[in-house]
């Protein structure tokens, strides 16, 4: 039996049709899953994708209970849980703990800059960073002094952004627990005291920015050293 050419050539175009209908279908729900990847879980970055921790509701809730209203969000608390657990494991010694008197006579206990993890429930009195002293200091201040100093020796705002060890985003954040820099345009998040020092030591460290700070142990559970009094010193070499 013959078969017309007519015939062979309409089941061989059938063929192209359908091969070419498939490969339509298969970038149509390739690009699908790329878009909803982008949208619901971010940009999606095949090479290198961080790990994704599900929280049970449980847990979730007694993160909640121990945030600060407006500045925590799960990963926040998470550090803070993780920098006193690391205090607790690795305290730092009292007999390696250098006692000064400042020149009004005050004892301060001197902590070593590059292993300091007992700050939790302190209050900062002073603070001078690159030589200006900090009015009405805070942890969070210092933080964006830091910050700011940067900026003003030169650094873009994209190469702020990957050398903070802090959150920052370009521009103004709504996001919950972060702040605003205007005179920089970016925005950080807020971290406790033993987050702040480490971020802000890592800063002046690359940038060879000195940094003093002078603060007191509140009279609360859990304060390292209650009711006394300790600075921080780094001076570039």
């Known amino acids: 039996m013959v078969i017309p050419v007519k015939v062979i050539n309409y089941t061989k175009n ?12 298969t970038r149509f729900l390739l690009t699908s899953f790329l878009y909803i990847c982008y949208k619901y879980i971010g940009k999606l970055d095949i090479i290198n994708m961080m790990p994704v921790v599900r929280i049970p509701d449980l847990i979730y809730q007694r993160l909640q209970a121990i945030a600060i209203p407006f500045e925590d969000t799960p990963l926040t608390v998470i550090e803070r849980l993780l920098s006193e657990y690391e205090a607790r494991q690795k305290p730092q010694q009292s007999g390696d703990i250098e006692t000064q008197k400042s020149e009004e006579g005050e004892k301060y206990l001197v902590l070593d800059p590059e292993a300091s993890s007992n700050l939790r429930h302190t209050r900062v009195i002073r603070s001078v960073i690159g030589g200006k002293e900090i009015r009405q200091p805070n942890w969070s201040k210092i933080l964006d002094e830091a910050h700011i100093l940067a900026w003003k020796q030169g650094l873009s705002s994209e190469a702020l952004i990957k050398l903070s ?20 345009d970016i925005s950080i998040q807020g971290v406790e005291a033993n987050l702040a020092w480490r971020n802000t030591l890592h800063l002046s460290k690359n940038l060879n920015i000195p940094v003093e700070v002078y603060f007191e142990w509140r009279m609360k559970e859990g304060s390292a050293y209650p009711g006394q009094k300790g600075k921080l010193i780094w001076i570039p070499k």
């Open 165 to 184: 060890l802090a959150r920052v985003v370009k521009g103004e954040s709504n996001d919950p627990g972060f702040h605003y820099l205007r005179e920089i």
């Open 14 to 25: 059938l063929a192209i049709r359908i091969k070419y209908l498939f490969f339509l279908i």
